[in-house]
């Protein structure tokens, strides 16, 4: 069974989103976005100093399973895919935003569930585009 971030009113929502002519949309397929975030994390994560090889990095992003590496790393490289995938806000400098990012990623690696920021994530992209309306 696959774990889904979203549940049934916030996927609605996130639907709507993505329905906004003014939404971002891509023509790359899952797999490609799948293996250009790879590439991208382990770039990104060589930069800010992450131990991970390529092949590690493919195996906890695309497996889900963490070497036997320290955690800290594994935790930095699933947060650039969320950061790149627009998952949290890290261009807000917004005391909320930093906040609710802080709990939502705090509670989406201890258990693995995102519902606690992801309605407010859904707010503040819905806000952010009816502001360029």
Not at 10 to 34: C, H, M
Not at 105 to 111: D, Q, S, V
Request: proline fraction near 2%; include cysteine.
């Amino acid at each position: 069974m696959d774990k889904h971030i979203f549940n049934e009113e916030q996927l609605k929502r996130a639907e709507d989103i993505l329905a906004n002519p003014l939404a971002k949309l891509s023509s790359l397929s899952s797999s490609e976005l799948r293996d250009l975030a790879v590439v991208w994390c382990y770039y990104s994560g060589k930069i800010e100093g992450n131990t991970y090889t390529y092949v590690e990095t493919e195996t906890l992003l695309k497996d889900g399973i963490t070497p036997e590496k320290r955690y800290e790393d594994a935790k930095m490289l699933k947060s650039v895919v969320m950061m790149n995938a627009d998952l949290i806000p890290v261009y807000s400098a917004k005391d909320a935003d930093i906040l609710h990012y802080r709990r939502g990623l705090i509670a989406f690696y201890e258990t693995g569930d995102y519902t606690q920021y992801a309605d407010y994530f859904l707010g503040r992209l819905k806000e952010r585009l009816e502001e360029i309306e």
